[in-house]
C-alpha cells in the first residue's frame, strides 16, 4: 500500500468543507505552490529577530531606514 502525504487528504477535505471543489490539476498546482513557497517561509519562521532593535518612529510607508545604500546618499540605485 503507498503511503500518502497527510496533505493528499487534507487539503482535498479542506476545500471540500467550503465548498470547493479542486480537481487534480489544481491540487497539483497547490502542491506546487506549497513545494516552492514553504521551504522560504520556514526560514523566515525560524529567523531570530529578538536581538534586533527595533526602528526608532517607523514611518511604514518607507522601507527601513539605511535597508537600501541608495537611501542615505540621495542618490537612485544603478540597474545592473
Known amino acids: ?20 471543489e479542486a480537481d487534480e490539476t489544481e491540487l497539483a498546482v497547490i502542491g506546487a505552490a ?25 514611518d511604514l510607508s518607507q522601507p527601513p531606514r539605511g535597508a537600501f545604500p541608495h537611501q542615505d546618499s540621495g542618490k537612485a540605485p544603478r540597474d545592473t
Open 1 to 20: 500500500m503507498e503511503a500518502l502525504n497527510p496533505a493528499d487528504q487534507f487539503v482535498p477535505a479542506g476545500l471540500a468543507s467550503l465548498g470547493v
Open 34 to 58: 506549497h513545494a516552492m513557497f514553504w521551504p522560504a517561509i520556514v526560514d523566515l519562521l525560524e529567523l531570530e529577530t529578538g536581538e534586533v532593535p527595533p526602528e526608532p518612529d517607523p
